[in-house]
Each structure stands twice: as structure tokens, then as C-alpha cells.
């Protein structure tokens, strides 16, 4: 086919080959953003017919859809020398996600043994473990050797490494980790001298393999690295966590915290690729839950259905009460899940959240409560609604009950995820639905108790 017909069909009736040819050039973002647009069968089509350093680059890409329906499109022969070039993390991600055991055991069989031990290794990890997400392929050398012997070997295997970060220096005898050298200092450094001289004299930053990747990605932040090396208990290196890893891990962390605050489940797919059946159990669960959880709202309405019969006023504010106390109770609950997350607060400063929610849930009801007598006021005056001979305490009742209301939604969202946390659960699931749902009932109860002692005598 000439260059003049390729140009002018649509991407999705050029051949695999065609389209292949067109792309073998282009930046590797740009190619899997290209078979992003195409089913599975038609992306292994074309990986067969780009350069298999290419093919390899696109499949080592976490934004590639569906890598593991790719991978099995391919000819079996073609798929395992593709994921032998790949990077050892990747090749995990997608055997733990996309392959099921009897797929991985028919690739597994036909992997060399290097690529083999190293899978087995990381998928024996907890999936969000340091373990999980990090790279075999790093740069160590002995720390008898010299600058200039080092950058010799780094030249030997940079392109058998999928990054060189930094050079880990380890003891000759027990290869425990001594140094961490960046490749900056180390070419500017003296060839004939020791590697370690290259490094100085600070501590390297290092975690265990069951180290939370959470914590990993703090720890990148905090000392402004580019990867940090994983070791085992005698300090010996077993991989390296590279920055562009903790961003997709924690670029999906948050997904799943996002749609954990939604009230749901986390889809743990893309929304364009989630079935209807799993985007049902994974909605209607929690959806069940809010909703048996409001219909306590029906039995406090029904415990007070003698005050609402004689102050029917009352029902006019319920909608306002009940979303004040469910804002500020969800307002709380994501400062509190954010500053845990990012280590601002500990289990152990809850009570010094509590003290700094108490004065401004306070003043926060404060200023919500003003505007409430306000609005009673204004419409009484203007004429726009007759409150009744005691409007003055009808006003008073709203406006109390809004301090009361938003005080509590603020100590209970934010002591919430405090609770979930030393019970063990993710405190996101202490979503904005889960949290306005348990302040709407309480709010009610906050509501017409103080509505009883104020208009008790007059309209009660």
C-alpha cells in the first residue's frame, strides 16, 4: 500500500502492518496512546510487526490498556521474548492482574530462569509493598572498585538495566548496602579513586520490601530521590522502587481513595472497561447500606412525630438541619483522610484534631446558625411566610440547633477515620455519603431536642 492511500484511510482501516510502519518512529507515549484507540487483537498485530525493542518499550508502559489481552493475542513464541525484555516490575503488575493461574503458569513455563526467579519473587509481595513495585534491574558494584572501573561497568549494562538512577555500592563479602552514588557525582569524580568517595558520607535512605508504597512515595518526596533501593534484613539489595513507579502506584491509590469517598468500592479498572454486572456489585453494596442507615432518619421522625404534629414549622428547616451537619461532617472527614495520608497527623493526635475541630465547629455553626435566623427573620418581616406568634423562637430553635448540628458533624467526621484507622480499615472509606448519612440521623435527634427546650411551653 503507497504512502498516499495510508494517509488518507481512517486509523481503524489501516492494516496492522500499515499503521505499524507509521509509528515506528514516534515517541512510545504517542504509539500506545495510538492502540489505546484499538481492541487487543489488532494492538498484537501491530506490536508483531514494529522492532521488538519497540514493542517492548510500548508493552513496559502502565498506560497501555489491557497489556495482558495483548500479550495473549500474541503467538506464544513472540509474547515470552517480549516479556523477557521487559522490566521485572511490569511483567508482575501484569501477571498479578491480568492473567489468571492457568495463563501465568503457560507463559511461566516457557520464561528463562532469570526472568522466571525474579517474577516469582515479586509476586510473593503484599500487591501494594515496596516488594510489589520495584525493579530487579539496578546498577552494584563493589566498593573495592574505582570511580573509573564503575562507570566502565555502567556502560556495559545500561541497557540492560531499566534505569540508572544511582550506583549502589556493597560490602565485598557480605553485599550489604554501604553507599548510594548518583550518577552526577560519580562522573564527576576522581577515576582513580574508590567509588565511595563519590557518595560522602550520609546514611542511604532504604525500606524493607513490606514497606507500604505510600510510605516509599513520602520518602522519595521528603529526600527528593529519584529511587530508593529495597533490602532485606542483612541490607543486601533486592530491588529498587524508581520514582516513575511510585507515581502510577500512587497515581492509582488515589483513584481508589476517590472512589472510596464516593461511597463505592473501588472499580480497581478503568470506568470504560468495567462491566455493567461489576460496576452494579460494586455500587449497590454501599448505596444499600446509606440507604438502610437513612431510614433511621424515619424512625426518629416517627419518635417525634407528637412535637412535628404541633409545630408542623419545624418540617420547614429539616432539609437545611440535615445538610449543614452532613457538609461540615464531610468537610471534616477529608481534611482528616488527607492529612493521615500525607502523614500530617498520627493515630495518636486525635485528640489534638478534636480540640482544634471543637472551637471550629463552634464558630463554623455560628456563622451558619446567624444566617438561619436571619433567613427566619427576613421572610417573617417581608411578609414572605408567617412563622406564628412565636417566630422569634422558631428563629432561635434554627439557628441553636445549626451550632449544635455543624459542631458535631465536625468532631464526628473527623474522629471517624481516626476509628476506622486503629481498627484496621482504610479511612477512606469514612466516605462524605457514610459520614452525612450517620449526621443526618443525629442531627435530627440534635434538632428536636433543642427544638423541645426552647419552644417547650409555646408551640410544644
Known sequence: MNAAVTAILPAADLPAEA?????????VADIVERLNEHEPGYAARVLLDLPRGRAVDVLDQPELREPGAVLKALPLDRAVALIQGMSSDRIADIFRNDFSEPERHRFVARLDGETRAALASLLAYPEHSAGAIMTTEFVSVPAEWTVARTLEHVRTVERTRETVYAIYVLDPLTQALQQAVGLRRLISGDPDALVGSAAGRREPVSVAPATDREEVARLI?????????????????????TVDDVIDAMIDETTEDVQKLGGMEALGEPYQQIGFLTMIRK??????????GEMLTASVMQYFEGELEKAIVLTLFIPLIMSSGGNSGSQATSLIIRALALREVRLGDWWRVALRELPTGLTLGAILG??????????????????????????????AALVGIVTFGSLTGSMLPFVLTRLGFDPASASAPFVATLVDVSGLVIYFSIAALILGGTLL
Open 221 to 241: 518526596a521528603k529526600y527528593n530521590l529519584l529511587a530508593v533501593p529495597v533490602v532485606d534484613d542483612a541490607r543486601r539489595v533486592l530491588g529498587i522502587v
Open 283 to 292: 455500587r449497590a453494596g454501599w448505596l444499600s447500606v446509606l440507604l438502610i
Open 370 to 399: 446567624a444566617i438561619g435566623i436571619v433567613r427566619v427573620v427576613t421572610w417573617q418581616k417581608l411578609g414572605l411566610y408567617d412563622y406564628g406568634e412565636h417566630w422569634l423562637l422558631v428563629a432561635a430553635t434554627v439557628g
Open 19 to 27: 499503521l505499524a510502519a507509521t509509528l515506528a518512529r514516534t515517541h
